[in-house]
């Protein structure tokens, strides 16, 4: 377990600091990177946060045109895309822009290879939760 929530509701990680839950703010990399810092000891700079999704790294937008539900900027791996949809509630997929370092968060994961797909400019990931999972 990475968390434990206690019986007053509080959060606290495997060390037993008790961890901030911040709605909303969350959804801004620069402020969730910046709690990272302070609340989690485990790492977060690699790809492995991006566990539950099944990832493409050809350049391609899987999702383009459909069930667009946000943009976030910031980003500069996919990670931090993965990262982003675990925090917006009801994502299920994203398309990593690694030109413009952005994350168009996705509601959808269905349909992924029979859909209509463009390039995105300079390279990039699209991913999507694996069946099974959902937020």
């Excluded at 609340?39 to 566990?51: A, F, L, N, R």
């Excluded at 790294?57 to 943009?71: E, I, N, P, S, T």
């Excluded at 917006?88 to 952005?102: E, I, Q, R, T």
């Amino acid at each position: 377990e990475l968390v434990v929530v206690k019986g007053d509701k509080s959060i606290e990680n495997k060390k037993g600091d008790v961890m901030a839950v911040v709605h909303q703010y969350d959804r801004n990399l620069d402020v969730l990177r910046a709690l990272e810092r302070i609340y989690v000891y485990w790492p977060v700079d690699d790809d492995s946060i991006c566990e539950l999704y099944k990832t493409d790294d050809g350049g391609q937008d899987f999702f383009a045109g459909r069930c667009d539900m946000g943009l976030t900027g910031g980003a500069t791996s996919k990670g931090d895309c993965c990262r982003a949809c675990n925090m917006w509630d009801g994502c299920k997929g994203f398309a990593f822009s690694k030109n413009d370092g952005k994350c168009y968060i996705k509601n959808c994961n269905n349909n992924v290879m029979g859909g209509r797909k463009t390039p995105l400019r300079g390279g990039g990931s699209s991913g999507w939760l694996l069946e099974g999972w959902s937020r």
